[in-house]
């Protein structure tokens, strides 16, 4: 190629890519989705009448963070506190009937509204990837429990309960429960789009994750992630995630290496029927990632099921109970 040529080519790419990645970043965020009845419709037959007030306690930046007490029940030994952390979107009370089950079976539990949804700071976005992980030890600081701690997640919940295991921090937790976790985009349990629960903004998220190898924040507070939520779970859960949110709850972009990381005790449990989440692929997946662990799979129980069907609590009390 003659030597003008190439430099018009070059000046035409120093053009062309900055105002592609420009475009990635202010018109390629996350498109409408409808709303997913598997999810939202079952929590409007579950009984929340007596979800405990919210307590609060203060983040390491001062932000006071929400969470639901659940005293052990039951006249036998206590088993140890759970510290529960909810799905995407969701805040401490839709873990409800799983964590009264869970008190009920002997356990405190501490049901978590993690920063960024529920009463825990401004919804759908946080102020650094690492804070979810820093609220986790401040909780602890700031309440203390004696006995056993289990630091136990559901679905995206469950994928940052793996980021958690596999890090320096994780001799914090004693034992760590995966509840049908979210993995990974690109892991063998992943049905595209989460079974048409999440919209994803391809174009901004490539363009943003472009610009923070660069080391440019800047615009890493706007929205990738729109959830297929109905009008009335709007009101009260987290409608979407910021670039910061959606890269800190969940896994490392190498989920592999948490797994293999992680050397505290872990188990999962699912339901076999999991509508966002190819089941019956979690054992190899994480065999084939070098840490097989235990897996529980819960006969005609599916995604949200995994956190209201009686059966579902049952198999989860009896897979962690020591």
Do not use: C
């Not at 390491?60 to 529960?84: E, F, H, N, S």
């Not at 595209?192 to 999440?198: I, Q, T």
């Amino acid at each position: 190629m003659p030597m003008k040529t190439a430099l018009t080519v070059l000046a035409a790419l120093a053009v062309i890519l900055p105002a592609a990645l420009a475009a990635a970043v202010f018109w390629g965020g996350p498109g409408p989705i409808e709303p997913l009845a598997s999810i939202n419709a079952p929590f409007a037959k579950a009984d929340f009448s007596a979800v405990p007030p919210p307590q609060h306690f203060t983040a390491r930046d001062g932000t006071p963070l929400a969470w639901l007490r659940y005293p052990a029940g039951g006249t036998g030994a206590k088993a140890g506190r759970i510290v529960l952390v909810h799905g995407s979107s969701a805040r401490a009370r839709s873990m409800h009937v799983l964590a009264q089950g869970l008190a009920a079976a002997g356990f405190e539990v501490a049901a978590l509204d993690m920063r960024g949804h529920g009463d825990s700071g401004p919804r759908g976005d946080i102020a650094y990837i690492g804070q979810l992980e820093d609220d986790v030890e401040d909780f602890l600081r700031a309440v203390p429990h004696a006995g056993p701690n289990t630091l136990m997640g559901f679905s995206s919940g469950g994928g940052f309960v793996l980021r958690f295991a596999g890090s320096s921090r994780q001799r914090l937790f004693d034992i760590y429960v995966l509840l049908a976790p979210y993995l990974h985009h690109s892991a063998p349990t992943n049905r595209p789009d989460k079974g048409g629960w999440v919209s994803v903004g391809l174009p901004r998220m490539i363009a943003l994750t472009l610009l923070n190898q660069a080391g440019v924040t800047t615009w890493n507070d706007l929205p990738v992630l729109r959830f297929g939520l109905n009008d009335v779970a709007r009101k009260s859960l987290t409608a979407s995630y910021s670039y910061t949110l959606a890269n800190a709850f969940g896994p490392h972009a190498d989920w592999q290496a948490d797994i293999r990381n992680a050397r505290q005790p872990m188990l999962l449990v699912a339901g076999r029927e999991d509508d966002l989440f190819i089941a019956t692929r979690y054992a190899d997946t994480f065999a084939s990632a070098g840490r097989p662990v235990p897996v529980t799979l819960v006969d005609g129980v599916n995604h949200i099921g995994l956190t209201l069907d009686p059966s579902a609590v049952q198999a989860i009390v009896h897979a962690i109970r020591p």
